[in-house]
């Protein structure tokens, strides 16, 4: 494809699937790949006089990493984007395949099971193996949404650029989680061009931290991202956001409003951390995540709230 408009039309005309880097489209190969690669314009960061950036939807996440005016801006991102898969992987995903991408479920992707996201009617993992399922229940899917991301942007209140409709909030690409046949809210012929992000916050800390099974190359248990700035040891701003715990990438205003004006201390943070385990109701066999992300939580916010080295 050439344009997005024949991009989508393909998309429409055939019932196939967007492909940009195809680290996950191409191992599903469920249906025809509709290749952006050829479409001028979507990939790169372009910088606006207000401070403020576009990154385009086929930019590497290797190449985000690789732009240091982006990562010095974006610190929240760009710890996000430095843990994501490997580095052969991270060479040829891009950010708009990490926002998208379908979710790990075993049920999904076992042809001998049919679940919500098959065309049937119930979730198999609730009653099954859901070991690594959702804690925070948003509705009948309890498959974590897979996108790092996400929730580094979620943090940043960056907005998608979308052929074909309106500007969207990050969290708008998702929804509230309850529709359970779909990993995003983007309908066919609708195509994600870019990632819009506000003008950098001067001093701002940021961490990111993840649980996982083994130390490279896994997808999270549990991984959180934060943003704070400090007058201090008061937390003046902050926001939270949290993957593989629910249905969607999920942004956490009440923990946010927690560390406002409160001193960073282990108390403080711990105390926010208590309000994201309030959400939870786990299944039986996934109740261990609930301890994993206040873990997790708290040491990310610890990170965040500690004074940048001395150069």
């Known amino acids: 494809m050439t344009t997005l408009e024949s991009a989508a039309r393909a998309v429409r005309d055939t019932g196939g699937e967007l492909r940009a880097g195809g680290t996950d489209v191409m191992t599903r190969a469920t249906r ?54 490997t580095p ?55 498959a974590p949404h897979p996108s790092s991301l996400a929730i580094a942007l979620l943090t940043y209140a960056a907005t998608a650029e979308v052929h074909g ?19 995003h809210l983007l309908e066919s012929g609708e195509i994600l061009q870019a990632v819009l992000m506000p003008a950098p916050t001067p001093a701002e800390r940021a961490a990111y931290r993840r649980a996982t099974a083994r130390e490279m190359a896994e997808w999270p248990l549990v991984e959180t991202a ?19 715990v629910a249905r969607t990438p999920l942004l956490l205003p009440e923990v946010a409003e927690a560390l406002l004006g409160k001193p960073a201390t282990g108390e403080t943070l711990a105390a926010a951390a208590d309000l994201a385990t309030a959400r939870c109701t786990p299944l039986p066999r996934n109740a261990y995540k609930v301890a994993i992300l206040r873990a997790t939580l708290i040491d990310t916010l610890t990170a965040c709230s500690a004074p940048p080295p001395s150069p």
């Not at 952006?36 to 990493?65: F, N, Q």
């Open 32 to 85: 025809p790949p509709v290749d952006l690669l050829g479409v001028p314009g979507l990939r790169g960061t372009a910088w606006r006089p207000d401070g403020s950036a576009r990154i385009g939807a086929l930019t590497t996440i290797a190449d985000l990493l690789a732009d240091d005016r982006l990562t010095a801006a974006y610190p929240a991102l760009a710890a996000t984007a430095a843990a994501v898969a």
């Open 88 to 142: 052969q992987i991270r060479n040829v995903a891009t950010v708009g395949g990490n926002l998208l991408q379908r979710n790990r479920c075993w049920y999904l992707r076992n042809p001998a099971f049919s679940c919500h996201q098959t065309g049937g009617d119930g979730c198999p993992a609730r009653e099954g193996a859901h070991l690594y399922s959702a804690v925070i229940d948003q509705g009948p899917c309890i």
């Open 165 to 183: 409709r309106s500007p969207l909030g990050i969290a708008e690409l998702y929804g509230d989680g309850g529709d359970p046949t779909r990993d």
């Open 226 to 244: 934060a943003r704070l700035t400090l007058d201090g040891d008061t937390i003046t701003t902050a926001a939270v956001a949290v993957g593989g």
